[in-house]
């Protein structure tokens, strides 16, 4: 069979170093299987090779990207599911999987594979679970770009090139992340909601304006807007508001030439003692001392 694209694949070395940055690569590469072709097509080293029923298990972590053509999936964790093109993976190492192109169709794919402590401490955070490892982000040129230079600069092995590529990975998870987070946020109206109450909250010089009022005035009950809101931003409305209320005194104390007390006043705190506890337990020092290393 004649194919139009050639597979590439390849293995990286790490050092201590390495090691070090919190994340490393250890493979990355792509492959296009043809409708009826034999799957997988490239030699892996056996560490890599399905195993018996066509399992694997890995000790590291990969992002395998589907850009055409459909199959299935399944995993300790996940049970055998239809996955099409513009569906992303990521495997866990220890977790077995097994993944494979319909004969139909063939597939195209990309991998990298990876491990280190920034990513573990991901998945200890629940950003990533073994349960919920697909993402359907669609086909998207800058995530295959990605892959592309990946293989470029690790094919180049120039001084630093681990720390470099692994950045990229690290930019891939956090698009994954992004994109799955808002596709599951399919409800248009009520995340007009949230965009509309996290503007009032910035116009809201006041500080008079509670959640349970926003709410109010952009007729939804208030139990639904909190849970909402925190499942959109990560954090509650009061939190977020919080947030904005320390980025506008940071502000005041950088570029305005107000005095701490018209600060505190500004941003409606009862006293100067009252906004420099505030502001203290959030960035660990005054108001004065913030000014002072800026001036």
């Known amino acids: 069979m004649v194919r139009q694209q050639s597979d590439e694949l390849k293995y990286l070395r790490v050092n201590a170093r390495d090691e070090e940055w919190g994340i490393v690569i250890t ?3 792509y492959q296009y299987v ?6 997988p097509l490239s030699k892996h080293p056996d560490s ?18 589907i850009t055409r053509g459909e199959g299935f999936f399944t995993s300790r964790s996940c049970p055998m599911t239809h996955i099409e093109a513009g569906t992303m993976l990521l495997l866990f190492p220890g977790e077995w999987h097994k993944y494979y192109p319909n004969p ?10 990876f491990r280190g402590c920034h990513i573990d401490n991901r998945v200890k955070s629940h950003f990533f679970t073994p349960d ?3 993402f359907k982000i669609g086909t998207d040129d800058k995530i295959i770009d990605l892959y592309h230079e990946i293989m470029e600069k690790a094919e180049r092995e120039k001084a630093g090139f681990q720390q470099i590529i692994s950045s990229i990975v690290l930019h891939l998870l956090g698009s994954v992340y992004y994109k799955e ?15 509309r109450a996290r503007i009032m909250m910035k116009e809201d010089r006041s500080g008079n304006l509670s959640p349970q009022r926003i709410a109010e005035r952009l007729n939804v009950g ?8 925190k499942r959109y931003s990560g954090i509650s409305p009061g939190q977020y508001q919080q947030q904005v209320k320390l980025a506008r005194a940071k502000e005041l104390l950088t570029s305005s030439s107000l005095s701490i007390a018209e600060i505190a006043f500004e941003l409606n705190f009862e006293c100067v003692g009252q906004f420099s506890t505030f ?14 290393q800026r001036h």
């Open 104 to 113: 139909q169709t063939g597939w195209d794919e990309h991998w990298v594979g």
């Open 34 to 39: 043809a409708p009826h072709e034999s799957y």
């Open 48 to 65: 890599y090779n399905f195993k018996s029923e066509g399992k694997r298990t890995l000790n590291e972590y990969q992002l395998v990207y």
């Open 27 to 29: 493979t990355v590469g």
């Open 222 to 229: 208030y139990s639904l807007f909190r849970r909402e809101f």
């Open 132 to 134: 919920h490892c697909l």
């Open 279 to 292: 502001f203290r337990r959030k960035e660990g020092i005054t108001p004065s001392e913030f000014r002072n």
């Open 181 to 195: 987070l808002n596709r599951s946020f399919n409800d248009s109206v009520m995340v007009d909601v949230i965009n």
